[in-house]
């Protein structure tokens, strides 16, 4: 079955970075798009950007623009996603969400989240 | 970027009852939308994809319709486990944006 693994939560000061994996399983890794999602407590989620597995493009939300970076491991199947510049709203559930591979882009399958929490 | 406004915030029903939620998006999506259900601590869950086509295992209880910027989600039959917080997401453009939600709760 389908299953994307998640690292665990974080606790970053603000000014820090921060590294999410995401690791896939149950399908062909390089089959289908990662995405990212994020969700602030009690918010509706927000969409990062995505990685192709394949060939390692990637495309950011503008407002994500000059903090993201995402990346790939083919050998272990696994998506990371890294922000920088860490600000206490970007306190959230970050989630990886795999790309159905469909006319309409939608996530067919997700990690458990990794909580980061910016504080000083 | 286009915002996707959905209604009501939340509500309240029964189980047995038909529930309606809808979702507008700012400017034409054509049938670009999808929704999504979340219960507390979980990750959203694929229901429904392209406005009306049913995600693999979700029951046909869920039904969607719509297009352009209008668009409805559909509980025919509420049961206990549907009560949750919907969300709806338009890809016709990035970036990809989702609603505020509906939070679905019991009377």
């Known amino acids: 079955q389908v299953q994307l693994v998640q690292s665990g939560a974080e606790v970053k000061n603000p000014g820090a970075s921060v590294k999410v994996s995401c690791t896939a399983s149950?399908?062909?890794?390089?089959?289908?798009?990662i995405h990212w999602v994020r969700q602030a407590p009690g918010q509706g989620p927000e969409w990062l950007g995505w990685i192709s597995p394949n060939s390692g493009a990637t495309y950011f939300a503008q407002k994500f623009q000059d903090r993201v970076t995402m990346t790939r491991d083919t050998s272990i199947a696994s998506a990371y996603m890294e922000l920088s510049r860490l600000r206490t709203d970007d306190t959230a559930m970050y989630y990886c969400?795999?790309?159905?591979?469909?006319?309409?882009?939608?996530?067919?399958?997700w990690g458990q989240g990794t909580l980061v929490t910016v504080s000083s | 970027d286009i915002q996707m406004t959905q209604s009501p915030s939340s509500l309240s029903a029964s189980v047995g009852d038909r529930v309606t939620i809808t979702c507008r998006a700012s400017?034409?999506?054509?049938?670009?939308l999808n929704w999504y259900q979340q219960k507390p601590g979980k990750a959203p869950k694929l229901l429904i994809y392209?406005?009306?086509s049913l995600q693999s295992g979700v029951p046909s209880r869920f039904s969607g319709s719509g297009s352009g910027t209008d668009f409805t989600l559909t509980i025919s039959s509420l049961q206990a486990e549907d009560f949750a917080t919907y969300y709806c997401?338009?890809?016709?453009?990035?970036?990809?944006?989702f609603g505020q939600g509906t939070n679905l709760a019991i009377k």
């Open positions: 400017q034409s999506i054509s049938t670009y």
């Open positions: 392209g406005t009306s």
């Open positions: 149950g399908y062909t890794f390089t089959d289908h798009y």
């Open positions: 997401q338009q890809s016709y453009r990035n970036p990809r944006t």
């Open positions: 969400a795999r790309d159905a591979d469909r006319v309409v882009v939608s996530f067919d399958y």
